[in-house]
């Protein structure tokens, strides 16, 4: 048995059985109805070949339904007549729009597609999104690929693309990529409910920045527009060579707007980055994220959230570098204006650098690993032994819902630092009668 096609058993056994412990699991997501005959044209697929030939004649309000099994992109005459990748969309062609690729059965564990590896060209891409538009891929695995499990090209009208409970792994360069640059990346890409990885690290890849180094991110978007990235586990983001990898989540070349929250970030190199350079991102939300880094990690490990954008806003997360790094959050630059870092709980210091001026409200920088229900597997919710986290603050308009998706409380001085809201017992009504929160109430009228 060849050598590739040995490795690609060997990670489709590894998929199938490893779990991760962390806080909240992307097996967790809400399921997504199947597509609708009524609104789309089905296409049922179980061999490599058939998904490849698939992805080529999509046209609008098609939906790709691919059955249980490992597909082997290697194998597949590929109908561009060049290389191995899913296209979505054809280059240079009318654009399409409605299109969904799912897998059968809801579970992204049944779905393995697996290119030739890190370091052989002939499959480059997972899916490499063009001129489609409004485009769901969900329920599925896929990488083990030379550049990117999912590129999507703004600059050829890739727009409203959804990736949604979904594991994106093992790829020579960035894990997801979005391009475009000069405030031209794709706009409305929501990235949530699914798991971003290395298995083993990233490689030294051959067309890097520069050749031959380490070159990667979980996800990277440049001059992208209101992107979302929610709900994920992402981890081990970080480079074979014990280089310092790129960050988990990158955001920047002119991007803006760029909502990150409720992710997990677990033993990466680096964390959130809203911008990367100076003034090469506008705004942003990140907030009740999960960070934590491994205190014996053999690898450099770099801050947790990091920003050069003006108007960014810092809410409500929680960042453990476990004394690998000196700082949990950064701001860089003096025009870097505006920046609010509140409410966020972390065990190392917010720092401004180069100028900047941020605002720094009611932070606390002293959280220990028994704040945590269990620190180890990345779960930090708040422990009874998080007293100088518990009901310190009053809740922000921006920041209602915790990690979790719960309310926070109304009350003065209820709310609790870092991104989840202890429970201290189950509510007695499910509109929060008993904690004074009216929202979900409803009027009778007489």
Known sequence: MDGPRLASI??????????????????????????DPDVFTIIEVDT???????????????????????????????????????????????????IQIRGATGDPSDVVILGAGMLDSVVPFG???????????????????????????????????????????????????????????????????SEIFYTVGAIEHPEGSP????????????????????????????????????????????SSDTLVEGNTLLDSSRGIHLGLLEGDHSGGLVRNNFIRWSP??????????????????????????RGRYPNALEIRYASTTGVVAQHNATDASIRARNGAVPTLIDNTLAAQ???????????????????????????????????????????????DLGASERETGVPLFADGFESGDLTSWTVSSP
């Open 10 to 35: 060997v990670l489709t056994c590894w998929l199938l059985g490893h779990a991760v412990g962390h806080a909240r699991s992307p097996s967790e997501a809400p399921p997504l109805p199947l597509p």
């Open 48 to 98: 490599a070949q058939e998904l490849a030939d698939a992805c080529w004649n999509l046209t609008s309000d098609q939906a790709i339904v691919i059955a249980p099994g490992t597909y082997d992109l290697a194998s597949v005459t590929f109908p561009n007549g060049v290389d191995g990748r899913l296209t979505v969309g054809r280059f240079g062609a009318p654009p399409i729009s409605n």
């Open 127 to 193: 899916f490499q999104i063009f001129t489609a538009t409004d485009v769901t891929i969900a329920d599925l695995s896929i990488g083990n690929v030379y550049f990117h499990s999912v590129a999507i090209q703004a600059e050829e009208g890739a727009a409203r693309i959804r990736l949604y409970h979904a594991r994106f792994f093992d790829a020579g360069q960035q894990i997801i990529k979005g391009t475009g640059g000069g405030g031209q990346g794709a706009p409305e890409v929501t990235i949530e409910w």
């Open 211 to 254: 050749p031959n180094s380490c070159y990667t991110n979980g996800i990277d978007a440049l001059g992208a527009s209101g992107w979302i990235v929610r709900d994920n586990l992402i981890y081990a983001i970080k480079c074979q060579n014990l280089a310092l990898a790129g960050p988990a989540v990158l955001l920047w070349g002119g």
């Open 296 to 321: 014996d990690a053999p690898y450099p490990v770099d801050v947790g959230i990091y920003t050069t954008s003006s108007g960014a806003r810092l809410l409500h997360n929680t960042v453990l570098t």
């Open 369 to 415: 690993p028994d704040w945590f229900v269990d620190e180890s597997l990345g779960d930090l919710r708040l422990s009874e032994l998080a007293l100088d986290a518990i009901d310190q603050v009053t809740r922000l308009p921006d920041a209602l819902e915790d990690f979790d998706h719960r309310m926070r409380p109304v009350a003065p001085d209820a709310t």
